[in-house]
């Protein structure tokens, strides 16, 4: 069974920085894309960040360019999203997702394709 489990979400203020994990199991790790998705209250779902599980190329919205940082250490099941200089806008329920067979550019502006997986979110709230 393929099991995304988020955690590292909290309150923060605005500057500030967190660390989100994603622990994956159930799949083969180094055949999965992993990305980071949030969805604000009344926005649609958009993908922040993604890292490839090829060659470890990586995806970044534009809105989190120079503050977020994906990685994806070897021998361990976890995907990391260091947020810094955490804004207000950033606030959302985050989402680890996986997907096989997909870059890590594909993964963050395709829509979704059948095979992706998801955890159950993790609350970021960002306070000014």
């Known amino acids: 069974e393929v099991q995304l489990v988020e955690s590292g979400g909290g309150l923060v203020q605005a500057g500030g920085s967190l660390r989100l994990s994603c622990t994956v199991s159930g799949f083969p790790f180094d055949d999965y894309a992993i990305g980071w998705f949030r969805q604000a209250p009344g926005k649609e779902r958009e993908g922040v960040s993604c890292?490839?599980?090829?060659?470890?190329?990586?995806y970044y919205a534009d809105s989190v360019k120079g503050r977020f940082t994906i990685s994806r250490p070897n021998a361990k099941n976890t995907v990391y999203l260091q947020m810094n200089s955490l804004k207000p806008e950033d606030t959302a329920v985050y989402y680890c997702a996986a997907e096989g067979f997909v870059t890590a550019q594909a993964m963050g502006v395709m829509p979704p394709g059948l095979s992706r997986s998801w955890g159950q979110g993790t609350q970021v709230t960002v306070s000014s």
């Open positions: 890292i490839s599980a090829s060659d470890g190329s990586t």
